[in-house]
């Protein structure tokens, strides 16, 4: 169907920025919105940020407002997530997720499709 594999992660101190990137491969013309995930240690998976295939909806956590971004090219198949001002909370692994609603899910259940994760670790 739809496979998903991220890059871009790494260390960066505190205050600094990172740019995921997120390249599908598969029946990509299925998929509608795409967002990202986190899973910060010993914690559950929670959203972070989605946008819709035009890009012109997004939804956002309140824990990203004002500091990430979320992109897309579809002639590359890809989604971005810009990530500025970043605080040691926000270390986790991040994962990539395609939903099929034109909708933009902010929830698990709304994506099918998800890809490995990719960790970024922010330091003090």
């Known amino acids: 169907q739809v496979q998903l594999v991220e890059s871009g992660g790494g260390l960066v101190q505190a205050g600094g920025s990172l740019r995921l990137s997120c390249a599908a491969s598969?029946?990509?013309?299925?998929?509608?919105?795409m967002g990202w995930f986190r899973q910060a240690p010993g914690k559950e998976r929670e959203f972070v940020i989605a946008?819709?295939?035009?890009?012109?909806?997004?939804s956002i956590a309140d824990s990203a407002k004002g500091r990430f971004t979320i992109s897309r090219d579809n002639a590359k198949n890809t989604v971005y997530l810009q990530m500025n001002s970043l605080k040691p909370e926000d270390t986790a692994v991040y994962y990539c997720?395609?939903?099929?609603?034109?909708?933009?899910?902010?929830?698990?259940?709304?994506?099918?499709?998800w890809g490995q994760g990719t960790q970024v670790t922010v330091s003090s």
């Open positions: 997720a395609a939903a099929l609603a034109i909708t933009v899910p902010t929830t698990e259940t709304g994506y099918p499709y």
């Open positions: 598969g029946r990509t013309r299925i998929s509608n919105a």
């Open positions: 946008t819709s295939w035009s890009g012109g909806s997004t």
